[in-house]
Structure formats: structure tokens, C-alpha cells
């Protein structure tokens, strides 16, 4: 394994001068007046930070990944929240200071964003659901107006063939299970590609990552955070992360969020064959992100099991049971 290759053009860690003086005086320069204290928060892709101000209130600041957006992607991202607020929908928008969203204070892109308390959504709550559906539809309606320019697609080159051959040119499978998770990986991604060019789903614009860590829950529902992934692609991808259990399981909260969404936004059934395509794509992304990102030393610290043997065997069987799902009958309603 030669994780160093993923890093050779890379002399110094992109968050090393991302010092708490830095944080501090990024925000002084765009108006803000921090009391000193600050606590970062669970974020690996960004750098995100709760600030304390002299008045007692506080700001979120994400601090962007270098080189991993465009200023153009990151603006649409932010059109985007800014366009689901003016519908009043509970999405965290970036605060609009002076006209501007985006800033950049030594060489660091970041953006202020109003602080948003909550919960995770108890999921198991049949109401949860279908309130849950009923703004995904409402974010949905308004997603399928017009397409990103900026933003790349969610497909399976680019989550699926790109990811498999990114672990593979730069030797981070363990050896001994190399070959075995190669071909598990290259059937899997095959049916993938046969389930989406079966349906030819509709793309819009998604939320990308909606899983019940980036909603935030209240006593008035649920509130919608970190579009950083938001993408071109089906709509069942904001949908099927909030599943779990058994087919059954899943059939049933599957009704209840449509329940919600369709009151506001149809949902294409033919799309419930694509929730383990999905899944399948989404277990590669996340291997070549892992990989992609080994030189920052806040993943071996925070993700010391990736890039073991073990690790790498039990994606291996992961797959194979991928391939034993995506050829069985999808979720039925």
C-alpha cells in the first residue's frame, strides 16, 4: 500500500495555517466582533467552527476544503440555499454580508452561517417521516425548476468507475484481497450501470447528502444543514438515506415519507430500484474519499481502521452482498 501517492502534490497540509488567530481575524475582517472562544465541530471535508461574539450570540464558520470547489460552485451552492429560504424552507443559508456570501481571508475561502440548534430526527416516529417527506417535496419542487451549471452530476463514473480506479492507481487495497475486491467492485458497478440506464432517471438538483446527521430537528421540525455535496441527480438520493431495517422496514417508511413528498412533488417510482445502486455507489465514494484525503492528518487520526486489511476485507464482502441486493426485487410500496 502507498498511501503517500495520493499526497505527492502536496508539499504542507491544506489547514495547517488555520491557526484560532487566523479563525478569529477572518471573521473580524467581515464585520464581526468575536469574544475569543471558539470550538470546532464535527467536520472532516471542511473546517467548521462555533464562535462566541461579544454579544453573547454566536456564528458557524466553514472554512473550505482548498481545491476542492470552484468560487462558481460554491455560489451556486449558496443561489441555491438562498433560493429554498426565499420559498421558506428550514434550510441553514450563509449569512449575506455587504452582498457577499463568500469570502476569503489568507489564501482560505469561508462563509458565516447563523447558528441552528436541534436534534436528530427520531425516525422511528411514523409524523417524523412524513413531515420529513413534506419538505424534501416542497426542496424538490423548487430543485426541479432549473438545473446547477456548476455542480458535477451524481453518476456512476464519477462516484462509481472514478472512485474504484482511484483506490486501485494509487495502491490502497491491501494485497491480499486486491484482485477479489476488484471484481466484486467491477460486478457490482456493472449492475449499477445497467439499474440507471434501465430507467434513465430525471436529475435535479439534490441536497446530495441527506442523512439524519445534517437535519437538525425542533419542537417546529426539522431543519435542513450543509448542502456542501449538493449535486445533479435522482431524487430518490435525498430520499434513501433515511431508511433502515428489512425490505418490510424499509416499504413502510418509504410510504410514509412519500405520504408527505407527493403532496408537494411526484416521486417517479421507478426510481426505487436505484436505492441500492445508491448504496453501492456510496460505499465506493466514501473509500476514495477516505483515500483521497489520507494525507490530512486529521483522518488516520480520526479513521485509524481505514486502509487495514481488515478494513479492506470487509469492504470486499460488502460489495459482494451489494451484488446479491441489487439483484434482488427493489423495495415495493
Known amino acids: 500500500m502507498n498511501p503517500v501517492n ?20 477572518a471573521l473580524e475582517n467581515v464585520g464581526f466582533e468575536p469574544s ?45 440555499t438562498q433560493e429554498l429560504v426565499e420559498q421558506e424552507i428550514p434550510i441553514v443559508a450563509p449569512l449575506s454580508i455587504n452582498d457577499k456570501t463568500l469570502f476569503v481571508f489568507n489564501h482560505f475561502r469561508f462563509a458565516v452561517f447563523p447558528r441552528q ?14 413531515q420529513l417527506g ?33 483506490l486501485l492507481e494509487n495502491d490502497f487495497i491491501s494485497s491480499e484481497v486486491r484482485t477479489n475486491y476488484q471484481q ?44 456542501d455535496d449538493c449535486r445533479m441527480g435522482p431524487a430518490v438520493q435525498d430520499l434513501w438515506m433515511l431508511l433502515s431495517g428489512t425490505q418490510d422496514e424499509m416499504s413502510g417508511q418509504f410510504r410514509l415519507l412519500l405520504e408527505g413528498y407527493n403532496t408537494f412533488f411526484e416521486f417517479d417510482l421507478a ?33 485509524p481502521w481505514f486502509n487495514s486489511p481488515r478494513y479492506w476485507e470487509d469492504q470486499m464482502i460488502t460489495l459482494r452482498d451489494q451484488i446479491e441486493r441489487l439483484q434482488m426485487r427493489p423495495i415495493s410500496l
Open 6 to 25: 495520493s499526497s505527492k502534490n502536496e508539499v504542507t497540509h491544506p489547514y495547517e495555517k488555520l491557526t484560532p488567530d487566523c479563525i478569529l481575524d
Open 36 to 80: 475569543g472562544s471558539l470550538l470546532a465541530l464535527n467536520s472532516y471535508e471542511n473546517r467548521v467552527y462555533q464562535v462566541s461574539l461579544n454579544d453573547d450570540s454566536f456564528v458557524i464558520v466553514k472554512f473550505y476544503r482548498p481545491n476542492r470547489w470552484s468560487n462558481t460552485s460554491i455560489l451556486e451552492e449558496h443561489a441555491f
Open 117 to 130: 440548534g436541534g436534534r436528530t430526527p427520531e425516525l422511528e416516529d411514523p409524523e417524523t417521516l412524513k
Open 134 to 166: 413534506r419538505f424534501l417535496g416542497r426542496i424538490h419542487a423548487v430543485s426541479a425548476r432549473q438545473p446547477f451549471a456548476e455542480r458535477p452530476p451524481l453518476n456512476v463514473k464519477n462516484f462509481g468507475s472514478d472512485s474504484l480506479n482511484f
Open 184 to 227: 466484486a467492485a467491477e460486478q457490482a458497478l456493472s449492475l449499477v450501470e445497467n439499474q440507471f440506464e434501465a430507467i434513465m432517471p430525471r436529475n435535479i438538483r439534490l441536497h446530495g447528502d441527506c442523512h439524519p446527521g445534517n437535519i437538525l430537528w425542533t419542537d417546529a421540525g426539522p431543519h435542513f444543514v450543509d448542502l
Open 271 to 303: 426510481e426505487l430500484s436505484l436505492i441500492e445502486a445508491l448504496r453501492t455507489l456510496r460505499l465506493l465514494h466514501y473509500s476514495a474519499w477516505l483515500a483521497r484525503r489520507w494525507h490530512d492528518p486529521a483522518f488516520p487520526m480520526h479513521f
